[in-house]
């Protein structure tokens, strides 16, 4: 048991450590739009969206490849071809 608490910690940290940028991509470009969105340009508003939606499936497909390697089957992604 003591095997399995370890190698739950080590996947729970490697998770972390590997969503933690993405998610800060997410978080700051929306800080962005909302704060300053009103003053950029449609083609800036449209590059932090980009970088929203790109680190948001970069988060899907880690999701998705750790599942795979515990041998858990990954949930489909309604939002994986958008």
């Known amino acids: 048991m003591n095997q399995f608490s370890e190698q739950k910690t080590q996947f729970v940290t490697a998770m972390s450590h590997e969503i933690h940028t993405p998610l800060s991509v997410i ?10 969105g009103h003053q950029c340009s449609e ?4 590059e932090y969206l980009q970088h929203i939606e ?3 499936k970069q ?3 880690l999701l998705n490849d750790q599942l795979v390697e515990i041998g858990a089957d ?7 071809d958008v």
């Open 43 to 46: 083609d800036k508003r449209q």
């Open 27 to 36: 978080l700051l470009s929306v800080r962005l739009l909302k704060q300053h």
């Open 74 to 80: 990954p949930a489909p992604s309604s939002f994986s």
């Open 59 to 61: 988060m899907n497909r």
């Open 54 to 56: 790109s680190a948001a």
